[in-house]
């Protein structure tokens, strides 16, 4: 098989998965990501095939879709395996995707360019629109209220706060949203991050301007 029969059946493996998911999560997030990535590549030197790779699998096996529990081995494992990848190719892309993740911000650091650009990826499309109307996709789905009037937020001392955590969603954008934009990678993704932070900042202001007219 050449490069481009492996992502061709990489990307109806994943289309399977995630075509009904509805937690933010579905096969054009993984898209989108995907093409961020490339966009965010060209200006790196980087591995595009890995890129893709990454990209495309970043979620399939991810906790917040698998009812709670990392299910990337179990799913990518037989998977790449029956694509002819070899047991070290494979834990070195399992390893990866882990690394991808934001966890709360409680996740290791990465020094692959690689990840680092589809880290980036990923996040762009946690804000601006894309990320509001996913925010709230999920925090409906989790059975999260939108916002609670006077909510004291607990800080997130752990992974397992934060995996756990059943705030309003709106504080989801203090707890990790806002924070984003100074935590990307890429000079392309800094530079893109901006103008979906400033639009974030400008829905939670009309937001709180309707809430208390
Ligand atoms: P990652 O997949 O990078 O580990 P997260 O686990 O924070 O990142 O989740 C990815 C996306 O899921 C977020 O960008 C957001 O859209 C949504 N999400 C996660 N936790 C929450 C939450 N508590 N409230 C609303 N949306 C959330
Ligand atoms: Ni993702």
């Known amino acids: 098989m050449n490069e481009k029969e492996i992502l061709q059946k990489i990307k109806l493996f994943v289309f ?3 075509k009904n998911e509805s937690t933010g999560h579905d096969y054009f997030h993984i898209r989108r990501v995907v093409d961020n990535s490339l966009m965010i590549a060209k200006q790196e030197d980087s591995n595009i095939f890995y890129v893709k790779i990454l990209a495309w699998l970043h979620d399939v096996g991810d906790y917040k879709i698998n009812s709670g529990i990392n299910k990337n081995k179990e799913i990518l494992f037989p998977f790449l395996s029956s694509l002819k990848f070899s047991t ?20 290791e650091k990465t020094d692959k360019i690689e990840v680092k650009i589809v880290q980036d990826a990923d996040r762009l499309d946690a804000i601006g629109a894309i990320g509001i109307a996913r925010a709230f996709a999920y925090g409906g789905k989790k059975g999260n209220p939108i916002y609670t009037p006077n909510f004291i937020a607990e800080e997130i001392l752990t992974v397992e706060m934060y995996k756990n955590n059943k705030a309003p969603t709106i504080q989801h954008f203090y707890d990790k949203l806002l924070k984003l934009k100074d935590l990307m990678n890429t000079e392309t993704g800094k530079k893109l ?8 900042l400008n829905f939670l202001d009309q ?7």
Not at 89 to 101: A, P, V
Not at 193 to 200: F, G, N, P, V
């Open 16 to 18: 399977d998965l995630l």
């Open 88 to 107: 070290p190719k494979i834990n070195e892309i399992l390893e990866d995707i882990e690394l991808i993740s934001y966890r709360g911000g409680f996740n």
């Open 193 to 200: 991050a901006e103008e979906r932070h400033k639009y974030m």
């Open 207 to 213: 937001f709180y301007k309707e809430w208390n007219a």
